[in-house]
């Protein structure tokens, strides 16, 4: 899946989320939630592939140190 079709994805998701509307139609496939959290569920996971791809495949760590200097 490339990036622009994940951006599409959640687009989607979130005009049905606003509508109230728990059925997303993309691609020709229909796709029901059950639930309100089952839909954030799905927000949070493309949000986060969106933030990979856009990110690239480089991820970046912070190791923090601290001592009291005794």
């Known amino acids: 899946m490339t990036l622009e079709d994940m951006i ?12 109230g509307v728990r059925t ?3 691609e020709g496939r229909r796709i029901t939630y059950a639930t ?5 569920a799905a927000l949070a996971d493309l949000e986060r592939r969106i933030a990979d791809g856009s990110a690239g495949s480089r991820r970046r760590i912070v190791r923090v140190r ?4 005794l």
């Open 8 to 19: 599409a994805r959640r687009d989607a998701l979130l005009a049905a989320r606003w509508r």
């Open 66 to 69: 601290a001592s009291k200097g």
């Open 24 to 26: 997303v139609e993309i």
């Open 36 to 40: 309100d959290a089952e839909m954030a």
